[in-house]
């Protein structure tokens, strides 16, 4: 029935829970998925993300405030965490399958690069294989000026952290999900594209109903929302 889905549908998400302790199970669905000749077309459908990232330990996450509004985002060690965690993910669940990737992201023009495992059009650039973060800085270093370009590629095959609670990452997953639909989509999603930024603002009302946090006025001090002292409103 799931590869039945899987068939009909142009992009999947896979979510994975940010708190699992093990990847066994799921990896071994993910193989009979997809196994065989579909497996290919199969597994670049797919996108994974971590999902509910903000339940993680050590809970530091930054609120950066803007206004009305701000953005989260987490501390330097839960950065890392995440960072590490998403890395894990990808090598169990994106690695096995680099043979079969193809990654795909819109053409903003003027991309015109030579390299055998490129191409593009007017609307679409393609590159055959897995755009591991490896792959990804050799090709920045080599085109800076296309250093965009191959971010947006290497978030096909990236496994973003995610938390829909604080909004945290929701712009990158919608890129990663426009990539993958192809032109059309580029075209029809291009305001939205542009946009993006504005999924990740929280009201300040609603930030400060979501628990206790440090928030960075961008230059001068942390606040800490349990101080008593401070106005009903920031």
Request: glycine share 8%.
């Amino acid at each position: 029935m799931y590869r039945e889905k899987l068939i009909g549908c142009d992009v999947v998400i896979w979510a994975l829970h940010s708190d699992n302790r093990s990847t066994t199970y799921e990896a071994s669905c993910l193989r009979r998925l997809l196994d065989g000749t579909e497996g290919a077309a199969l597994a670049n459908k797919l996108t994974f993300v971590m999902t509910k990232v903000d339940i993680l330990t050590p809970p530091s996450w930054i609120f950066a405030l803007h206004r009305d509004g701000g953005v989260f985002a987490p501390g330097a060690r839960l950065a890392d965490k995440l960072a590490a965690k998403a890395l894990h993910y990808e090598e169990v669940f994106v690695r096995p399958w680099a043979h079969a990737l193809v990654s795909t992201t819109y053409n903003p023009g003027g991309f015109a690069l030579g390299d055998d495992r490129l191409s593009y059009d007017d609307y679409t650039i393609r590159y055959r294989g897995y755009v591991s973060a490896e792959v990804c800085q050799n090709y920045q270093r080599r085109y800076p000026a296309e250093a965009e370009v191959f971010g947006r590629l290497r978030d096909n095959h990236r496994v973003l952290a995610c938390s829909a609670l604080f909004r945290f990452n929701l712009a990158q997953l919608m890129v990663a999900v426009v990539n993958k639909l192809g032109p059309g989509a580029t075209a029809r999603f291009r305001r939205l594209l542009g946009e993006a930024e504005r999924l990740a603002e929280v009201p300040v009302d609603t930030m400060r109903g979501l628990g206790n946090f440090l928030i960075w006025d961008g230059a001068r001090k942390l606040l800490d929302l349990s101080d008593p002292t401070l106005p009903p409103k920031l």
